[in-house]
């Protein structure tokens, strides 16, 4: 089911979402059609034991080996135990969430290298020479550094920011994602990037990304 959201505009749907259930669902049944010779279908939520788990969890790494790759075992766990959990929540019956205790170690976030970037590298993507780069290579460079200027602003927000989020020196949005706002201080450097792009939004949007009325959230 496709939920929608109005916001700035635009009717957001829950699409990447969905897809990723999707997926799941799709390995599921390869899974149960491989060991149990039966159609997922065919199965109930009493039949999530740890067992079942087990098994699944081989399976996705054994065919995810073959191809020099995990099979992103830790998020199908993650998401079939957040389809269990509303289940039990909608008191169906027979859920078993005892059963994902086999298999805690998938559902906790594993340890990551940290993703953010050094302040001396945005210093050096700042003065970088760009007279060789094209046009579109030195927008995506502008829209990075907008981001890093204004608290980490996710690129959909980027897209779907209007002028009349600005508030003298403040920027105040709502997040796409979690249905909240947020304020964040207009530095300098944001706003000249601001002025850099003024006259070459659609619109009332602040950059250039949106180029028409009908810019679907997929083609964001």
Known sequence: MKQERYKSGKILL?????????YLRRSLERFTL?????????????????????????????????NGIRGGINQKIKKLHA?????????????????????????STPKTAPKAVSHKIIQQIEVYDR?????????????FLFSCYTAGMSLIDICLLTKESIKENMLVYERTKCDRQARTLLISKAKILIEKYADKGYMNYIFPIIRHKRTTQVQI
């Open 83 to 107: 389809v269990c959990m509303a289940a039990k929540r909608a008191k169906v019956y027979n859920v078993n969430l005892v059963a994902f205790a086999s298999v805690k170690g998938l559902l």
């Open 131 to 143: 007279q060789y780069l094209m046009n579109k290579e030195i927008f995506h460079l502008d829209i």
């Open 34 to 66: 491989s060991k149990y010779r039966r159609c997922f279908s065919k199965f109930m939520f009493r039949d999530i034991t740890e067992q079942f788990l087990l098994d699944y969890v081989l399976y996705e790494k054994t065919r995810g080996g073959k």
């Open 14 to 22: 829950s699409i990447p979402n969905a897809q990723h259930y999707l």
